[in-house]
């Protein structure tokens, strides 16, 4: 993926970890912008002026991931997923890959639990957000930190 | 050639949660890449995925191109009745590819 | 940064922080042996695990198929020969790359498969690393997830083995860089956050992520020469079979896992 080419990671050695926390993702400071501006237009989209509020959303996805091509992702609300109150709908966020929407789901009390677990992209160390609709008009949301690095060998188009 | 594999149970108790496991091969081409001559290759992805009980929607994922290659799609769903449980992956380029399963409810 | 420097600047580093002795330090005892698998993250390795979540398994039931399908001027499938791979085929992969009487070295299981092809069924080879070649491969490696790789080694393979701990060890390319060097002498420690693992090819094919499909051996060591700045082998090259023998026999008694996911 050449957007990933971007971004260098200079996470070295076995201090990756703590290193992250000090390590700026080195994006042109213009697409950043951009795309900040643009995750926070999708989630306006979804929410409009309604408050989002922290809690009952549990958002799941590994602190340093193998490979940004495919990032385990699993998302769950808390609901009893009753006739009068349940899920309507899940959105994931990111706000720095080149799109900010990542998936949405609509369900219903039908589905039993909200949930889903799949596997997503991840252009660079980032936040991924969820947010959950509620039956009854609320948003909840949860956030996720994750640590993004390149293959020490990249061998697109050299194969 | 194998489109898409679905997980779940062949029966259940009356109102048990169960849980479903698909996976779609598709390369959810993103539409960011380039060729080694630097030409854009055009989006490609499934759009939506669907899961039907017995003709009634019960589950449904708008994808973007941020959803991995070879999409997982794991959920669960309530068993209420016996009967086909059928899921449609829709997408670009006029791709679309259905999957059904019996179940047997008691 | 151009695409062409992220290699080079990577691998530089890694020299500046590798300690470049001569190639030929010890081999890794056999006690200390550990697949790729373990150096991967929890949520990676539940997905190789569960069949409902591997994506290797879609290539699986292709390779299913392909085996059932009659092909080529003989009208044969695999199945009319060999039955029910689940018979069959078990324990196969786990001996390959073996030793060709025909040819007088060893093949690996890719080319085996299309000798099949070309002699029994009459009909074209498949292309290295096309999809049905790598669904046939992987489907026959699936018969034997779990056992453990047995290499015979004998009076006709040895001088193929020796070839191929040749390579292993030689250093190679702009950055004068041998396979031991990293495999043997710095397992665990990191490449620009990756782990570097011992090099242990006990689950192909296999789905890579950075490939975002599943790939054969030949192509993920293609992947490490060109990294290492080296010229890569072409498929099916003597020195590559040479080299996944050699591979193979440093991995024996670890078990098949095929198809395995890999960052």
């Known amino acids: 993926m050449t957007s990933r080419r971007e971004f260098l990671i200079l996470a070295c050695g076995a201090s990756s970890l703590t290193a992250a926390r000090t390590v700026e993702a080195q994006i042109d400071p213009n697409q950043a912008a951009l795309r900040k501006a643009a995750y926070r237009e999708a989630l306006r989209k979804v929410v409009g002026d309604a408050q989002v509020r922290r809690g009952r959303v549990k958002l799941q996805l590994p602190p340093l991931i193998d490979n ?9 609300v808390e609901s009893p997923m009753t006739a009068a109150d349940h899920v309507r709908a899940i959105h994931v966020f990111t706000e720095k890959n080149p799109l900010p929407d990542v998936v949405s789901v609509t369900l219903g009390p039908r589905a039993g639990r909200a949930g889903l677990s799949t596997r997503v992209r991840l252009a660079d160390t980032q936040t991924v957000t969820a947010i959950a609709q509620l039956s009854d008009g609320s948003f909840w949301s949860d956030s996720a930190d994750v640590v993004v690095t390149l293959s020490a060998c990249l061998e697109e188009g050299l194969i | 050639m194998a489109r898409a594999v679905v997980t779940l149970p062949a029966q259940a108790r009356r109102g048990e949660i169960i849980e479903i496991k698909t996976l779609a091969a598709h390369p959810m081409e993103t539409g960011f890449r380039r060729t080694q001559l ?29 959803v991995a290659a070879n999409p997982l799609i794991a959920f669960t769903t309530v068993a209420t009745e016996s009967g086909t449980i059928a899921f449609q992956w829709i997408g670009d380029n006029g791709y679309s590819v259905t999957e059904t399963a019996s179940i047997r409810v008691e | 940064m151009s695409i062409c420097t992220r290699p080079c600047l990577v691998l530089a580093v890694a020299c500046v922080l590798l300690d470049l002795r001569a190639a030929g330090a010890a081999e890794i005892p056999p006690a200390e042996r550990r697949s790729g698998y373990e150096f991967m993250g929890r949520e990676t390795r539940a997905m190789q695990d569960d069949d409902a979540t591997n994506p290797g398994l879609l290539w699986v039931l292709d390779g299913e198929a392909l085996w059932k399908r009659k092909a080529g001027a003989a009208d044969r499938a695999c199945a009319d020969c060999h039955g029910d791979a689940r018979a ?19 093949v690996n299981l890719e080319q085996r498969i299309n ?88 689950g192909y094919p296999l789905y890579r992520l950075e490939w975002q499909g599943l790939g054969s051996l030949e192509r993920r060591l293609r992947s490490c020469l060109v990294g290492m700045r080296a010229e890569p082998y072409a498929y099916g090259a003597p020195e590559f079979v040479d080299l996944e023998l050699y591979l193979m026999w440093r991995a024996r008694g670890m078990k098949i896992e095929t198809p395995a996911v890999r960052p």
């Not at chain 3, 069959?88 to 060893?106: E, H, I, Q, T, W």
């Not at chain 3, 702009?174 to 002498?185: E, I, R, V």
Request: proline share 8%.
């Open chain 3, 88 to 106: 069959s085929m078990k324990g196969v992969a786990a001996r390959y790359p073996a030793f060709d009487a025909a040819l007088g070295r060893p």
């Open chain 3, 115 to 202: 000798a099949c092809r070309t002699g029994r069924q009459k009909a074209a080879p498949l292309a290295f690393e096309s999809r049905d070649l790598l669904a046939l491969t992987a489907y026959v490696a699936r018969q034997s997830r779990g056992l453990p790789i047995d290499i015979a080694i004998d009076e006709p393979t040895r001088p193929f083995l020796q070839a191929g701990r040749e390579t292993f060890y030689r250093r190679q390319g702009q950055l004068n860089l041998a396979c031991a060097q990293c495999h043997d002498d710095h397992w665990g420690a990191k490449l620009a956050g990756s782990p570097i693992t011992q090099a242990h090819p006990t």
């Open chain 2, 38 to 66: 630097g030409e854009l290759i055009p989006r490609d992805i499934i759009r939506r995925f669907v899961c039907s009980y017995n003709g009634v929607e019960v589950f449904r994922v708008d994808l973007h191109p941020a």
């Open chain 1, 68 to 76: 940004g091509n495919s990032v385990p992702l699993s998302v769950e």
